[in-house]
Nanobody, 120 residues
Framework: QVQLVESGGGLVQPGGSLRLSCAAS????????MGWYRQAPGKQRELVAV???????NYADSVKGRFTISRDNAKNTVYLQMNSLKPEDTAVYYC??????????????WGQGTQVTVSS
């Protein structure tokens, strides 16, 4: 059983920073891409940032220059450093990973989500 556990969300003022973490646990062969998505109230879930196993990154235009995704392969953990936060960044942030397991082959896994609220 693969689990993704997120941490680091919270309430921050506009212009502030937060760092999200997501750790993968369980039995698996490989973790390929790891990334972050977010869903604001009344909106569809959208990609924030993704980092592949070979180091390629992709960011949503709205967060370029403010957010940085990184990964610690030894800890099976992905991070999202969020700087210069804006009220429109308020959302539930979900970790996503493409993981190869013995039983299920390669598939997408999701964390439970962590709330980020940007407000004064």
């Amino acid at each position: 059983q693969v689990q993704l556990v997120e941490s680091g969300g919270g309430l921050v003022q506009p212009g502030g920073s937060l760092r999200l973490s997501c750790a993968a646990s369980g039995t698996f062969f490989s973790i390929y891409a790891m990334g972050w998505y977010r869903q604001a109230p009344g909106k569809q879930r959208e990609l924030v940032a993704v980092l592949t196993s070979i180091g390629s990154t992709n960011y949503a235009d709205s967060v370029k220059g403010r957010f940085t995704i990184s990964r610690d392969n030894a800890k099976n953990t992905v991070y999202l450093q969020m700087n210069s936060l804006k009220p429109e960044d308020t959302a539930v942030y979900y970790c996503n990973a493409t993981i190869r397991t013995v039983v299920n082959g390669t598939g997408d896994y999701w964390g439970q989500g962590t709330q980020v609220t940007v407000s004064s």
